[in-house]
């Protein structure tokens, strides 16, 4: 019989628990697919976070370490500095990495650590209550927000690709999303990007994915993914915001550097 779908050799056989239309598994296999294709998985280590995704050691087919809520670029920095010659990336919601681990997060990449940062955007506090989280938009109703974001009270929400482009240790930051075919075939590419980043010693790298809570959204999968769609791109545009090597190319070419 042919076969026409497997899984990647990055990925283990473990069932994945995530929600039915949560694209959690999505990013998995695009990281994983990446590792593979570097030929870096067998000395990769992966940082899991607190949340949703807390299962993620089970599922990747490389080394994982276990970080309390937020201190995955912590836990990170650790083994990178222990073992340079290992790829280290960190696997992190928004709770996790924009509201208790944002202080890891800033000086991890304010260091210039020379890791992977994998930032999964769904707008929500998913595993813990489905509380707001810093990147809910204004007006979005949640679980425990039933009157949507009132930015008089809740404030604004962090663009952390834009917060992290001003940031001088960053190596690259590119947010994408994964709500279409041609998306998902963009976000592999910032995501083997990021990683050459890091092969490369450039110092710290980021791609933030924006993606879908079906369950805490209160929404189907289908229309879930045309809420992305339609709400959270156009409030996270989806784009290279810092890739230094690209422009120290640019500046050549121009007659600037």
């Known amino acids: 019989m042919q076969t026409v779908f497997e899984k990647t050799p990055g990925l283990t056989d473990a069932i994945l628990h995530y929600c039915p239309g949560c694209t959690h598994g999505i990013i998995h296999r695009l ?8 030929d870096t998985t067998g000395r990769t280590v992966g940082v899991a976070p607190v949340g949703c995704a807390v299962m ?7 080394d994982m370490v276990q970080a309390a809520h937020g201190r995955a670029p912590a836990v990170a920095t650790g083994l990178k500095r222990a073992r340079p010659d290992c790829v280290v990336f960190t696997y992190q919601g928004d709770g996790d990495l924009a509201a208790i681990g944002t202080a890891e997060t800033i000086h991890a990449a304010a260091r210039g650590e020379n890791i992977t940062v ?8 998913g595993m813990t209550g489905g509380q ?33 482009a001003s940031v001088d240790g960053v190596a690259y930051a ?24 890091q092969l490369a010693g450039r110092g710290f790298s980021l791609v933030e994915v924006l993606s879908t809570c079906p369950t805490n959204w209160g929404l189907d999968p289908v229309q879930a993914l045309s809420w992305l769609r339609e709400n959270m791109i156009p409030y996270y545009p989806p784009g290279v915001y810092k890739d230094k090597e690209r422009d120290a190319a640019a500046g050549e070419v121009s007659g600037d550097a």
């Open 31 to 38: 990281v994983a697919e990446t590792l593979d294709e570097l």
């Open 56 to 62: 993620a050691y089970n599922y990747f087919a490389c």
């Open 118 to 125: 994998i930032f999964v955007n769904n707008a929500i506090y």
């Open 132 to 164: 707001m989280a810093p990147t809910t938009i204004p007006g979005q109703v949640t679980q425990t927000s039933p009157y949507g974001r009132d930015v008089s009270v809740a404030g604004y929400p962090l663009r952390i690709c834009e917060i992290l």
């Open 174 to 197: 590119e947010r994408v999303s994964v709500d279409s075919v041609k998306n998902v075939r963009a976000a592999k590419k910032a995501i083997r990007r990021a990683f050459e980043t």
